[in-house]
C-alpha cells in the first residue's frame, strides 16, 4: 500500500492536533503517511520531501505548523500538489501568528488555510480533491455528510424533550 496523502507538521509537539487528520484518513481507508519536518529546523529535509513528494504517488499534502509556520508555504512553494495548511494554537498569540504566516501567501502559491487545530477539515478537504477522481471516494463523502445531518436532527429532537415554561 502507497500512500496518497501526505500529513507532514513542524514538530511531534503539533501531533495531538494533527492527529485528527490521521483518524479521519484511518476511518475512510485512505492511505496516509506522516512525518515531522520544520521549514526552520531542517529546511533542506523540507525541500527534498516537497521536490519528490508528487513523483512517490502523493496526490494532496496536509501541513501543520505553529508559530511563524512557514512549512506549509515553504512545501508549496516546492510542488505542484495542492498543499493544505494548518495552523496550530501553540503560543501566546494563540493560532493568529500561524493562521496569518500560512493564509498571506504570494500570488503564484496558494496554501489552502483551514481553521485554527482544524486538521479534521484539512482531512476532508484532501479527501474531497481526491475523489473529484474517485467514485467510490466520491460515495464515501456522501455517507458522511449524511451522517453530520443526522447529528443535527437527533440534537434537535433532543432540543424538542427540554420543558420550560416559556418556550414555545
Ligand atoms: C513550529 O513551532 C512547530 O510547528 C510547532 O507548532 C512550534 C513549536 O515547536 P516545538 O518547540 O514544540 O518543537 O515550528
Given amino acids: 500500500m502507497s500512500p496518497i496523502v501526505s500529513i507532514i507538521m513542524g514538530s511531534t509537539s503539533d501531533l495531538p492536533v494533527m492527529e485528527k487528520a490521521c483518524q479521519f484518513f484511518e476511518e475512510m481507508e485512505i ?60 503560543s501566546c498569540l494563540e493560532g493568529l501568528d500561524a493562521t496569518f504566516a500560512i493564509m498571506q501567501m504570494p500570488p503564484g502559491i496558494p496554501v489552502a488555510t483551514v481553521a485554527i487545530n482544524g486538521a479534521q477539515n484539512a482531512a476532508i478537504l484532501a479527501m474531497q480533491m481526491l475523489a473529484l477522481g474517485d ?34
Wanted: glycine letters at 8%; charged letters at 25%.
Fill in 31 to 90: 492511505p496516509f503517511e506522516v512525518n515531522a519536518l520544520s521549514a526552520h529546523r531542517t529546511p533542506d529535509a523540507v525541500s527534498d520531501f516537497a521536490r519528490g513528494a508528487a513523483a512517490r504517488g502523493i496526490k494532496v499534502i496536509i501541513a501543520g505548523a505553529g508559530m511563524a509556520a512557514a512549512l506549509p508555504g515553504v512545501i508549496a512553494a516546492e510542488t505542484p500538489l495542492p498543499v493544505i495548511g494548518v495552523p496550530i494554537k501553540g
Fill in 135 to 168: 467514485d467510490a471516494l466520491m460515495q464515501k463523502l456522501v455517507t458522511y455528510k449524511a451522517g453530520l445531518k443526522k447529528k443535527i436532527v437527533k440534537a434537535n429532537e433532543e432540543l424538542s424533550k427540554l420543558e420550560y415554561k416559556f418556550k414555545c
